[in-house]
């Protein structure tokens, strides 16, 4: 029987915050002003790089060593709604190791700087194809930016929570051989570390006198996580990161952004747009789909007859997409091999 009383976590009869609804999606160039808004302020890089930043980014969206992720507040309206982002980029082994081999403070500057001064420091479309079916990737996550960078803020706990999430699918699948990421404050030094994440370099302590004008928020810490650290098969969704299956459906790259769309809930429509090609054209490309999935996988679609009103297709799609969801594999660049090639 209710009292009438709100129920409370605490209690106490209080009105609890209102609950904010987020999810993820894929960025565009439209998204790149506000994200510029939610950049950290521990990031430093001389005065070139910040006035060319939206430049960079474009550079980068041009290609595919990239992933590019929104959080977005469904509650407000575009661009208010962006709540967070994420950018993390596939760099050369030649970049990786060099730092490495020297680490210094606020790596995504550096990047940034190679990258500026048009140094080969990001895989092209083939280099990451090759990585990914062979010796595996290097990741440097650019920035994780929020618009409340309080991790102690329940809101902002749901926002680290959608953000795992985009994480996980959209870099889950790749053959990642390590990922490095710089963060600023020991909030979030300890929220990687609880994540899993192993702390390289705590460069305020290492040379204090470098950063003690700074407020301790911005002090650079850099982590990282390494394939060999990650055993496979544990109860840890890092594990599908670090020991990622091979595909077996060898989709086209263009039917791979067909259906990374359908996974994030794009219309056939919205797809078509965001890809600038016709309705027809995707419908077409979800034929495809099903025949190159139903001679792989014969029993991964049950054939029960036709279906009215074109239910059919879409129980097709249903199998499918439930499929990939789960081998997200299916959705990187990979060299297709002979015997199935076609």
Not at 217 to 245: D, I, N, T
């Given at each position: 029987?209710?009292?009438?009383?709100?129920?409370?976590?605490?209690?106490?009869?209080?009105?609890?915050?209102?609950?904010?609804?987020?999810?993820?999606?894929?960025?565009?160039?439209?998204?790149?002003?506000?994200c510029l808004e939610?950049l950290?302020?521990?990031?430093?890089?001389p005065?070139?790089?910040?006035?060319?930043?939206?430049?960079?980014w474009?550079?980068?969206?041009?290609?595919?060593?990239?992933?590019?992720?929104?959080?977005e507040?469904?509650?407000?309206?575009?661009?208010?709604?962006?709540?967070?982002?994420?950018?993390?980029?596939?760099?050369?082994?030649?970049f990786?190791?060099?730092?490495?081999?020297?680490?210094?403070?606020y790596?995504s500057?550096?990047?940034?700087?190679?990258?500026?001064?048009?140094?080969?420091?990001?895989?092209?479309?083939?280099?990451?194809?090759?990585?990914?079916?062979?010796?595996?990737?290097?990741?440097?996550?650019?920035?994780?930016g929020?618009?409340?960078?309080?991790?102690?803020?329940p809101?902002?706990a749901?926002?680290?929570?959608?953000g795992?999430?985009?994480?996980?699918?959209?870099?889950?699948?790749?053959?990642?051989?390590?990922?490095?990421?710089?963060?600023f404050?020991?909030?979030?030094?300890?929220?990687?570390?609880?994540?899993?994440?192993?702390?390289m370099?705590?460069?305020?302590?290492?040379?204090?006198?470098?950063?003690?004008?700074?407020?301790?928020?911005?002090?650079?810490?850099?982590?990282?996580?390494?394939k060999?650290?990650?055993?496979?098969?544990?109860?840890h969704?890092?594990?599908?990161?670090?020991?990622?299956?091979?595909?077996?459906?060898?989709?086209?790259?263009?039917?791979?952004?067909?259906?990374?769309?359908?996974?994030?809930?794009e219309?056939?429509?919205?797809?078509?747009?965001?890809?600038?090609?016709?309705?027809?054209?995707?419908?077409?490309?979800?034929?495809?789909?099903?025949?190159?999935?139903s001679?792989?996988?014969?029993?991964?679609?049950?054939?029960?007859?036709?279906?009215?009103?074109?239910?059919?297709?879409?129980?097709?799609?249903?199998?499918?997409?439930?499929?990939?969801?789960?081998?997200?594999?299916?959705?990187?660049?990979?060299?297709?091999?002979?015997?199935?090639?076609?």
């Amino acid at each position: 029987m209710s009292s009438g009383a709100p129920l409370t976590a605490n209690g106490t009869g209080e009105e609890l915050p209102q609950p904010g609804a987020f999810r993820f999606r894929m960025g565009s160039r439209a998204d790149l002003p506000r994200c510029l808004e939610l950049l950290p302020e521990g990031f430093k890089a001389p005065a070139r790089v910040p006035l060319r930043l939206i430049e960079s980014w474009e550079r980068l969206l041009a290609g595919d060593a990239r992933i590019f992720s929104i959080i977005e507040d469904v509650d407000l309206a575009h661009p208010s709604n962006i709540t967070g982002f994420g950018l993390s980029v596939f760099v050369t082994d030649d970049f990786f190791s060099k730092f490495c081999r020297a680490p210094k403070p606020y790596l995504s500057a550096i990047f940034y700087e190679r990258l500026l001064a048009g140094d080969h420091v990001v895989l092209t479309s083939e280099e990451l194809r090759q990585a990914n079916s062979m010796a595996g990737l290097n990741v440097l996550v650019l920035h994780f930016g929020l618009r409340n960078d309080n991790l102690s803020d329940p809101r902002t706990a749901q926002v680290l929570t959608v953000g795992s999430a985009s994480f996980f699918f959209f870099h889950s699948g790749y053959r990642i051989k390590a990922i490095v990421n710089e963060v600023f404050g020991p909030q979030h030094a300890h929220y990687m570390e609880l994540g899993g994440f192993r702390l390289m370099h705590d460069f305020h302590r290492e040379s204090p006198g470098d950063f003690d004008t700074l407020p301790s928020e911005q002090h650079p810490y850099l982590f990282m996580l390494r394939k060999e650290w990650v055993e496979p098969g544990v109860v840890h969704p890092l594990s599908q990161m670090f020991h990622a299956s091979a595909a077996r459906l060898h989709f086209s790259q263009f039917e791979r952004s067909v259906l990374e769309g359908a996974l994030l809930i794009e219309s056939d429509k919205e797809i078509a747009e965001r890809l600038g090609t016709s309705l027809d054209t995707v419908k077409k490309t979800w034929r495809n789909i099903y025949l190159r999935a139903s001679r792989s996988l014969p029993n991964l679609m049950p054939n029960n007859g036709p279906a009215p009103n074109g239910s059919r297709g879409q129980e097709k799609r249903r199998h499918v997409l439930e499929y990939v969801r789960t081998h997200l594999e299916e959705l990187r660049p990979a060299i297709v091999p002979l015997s199935r090639a076609r």
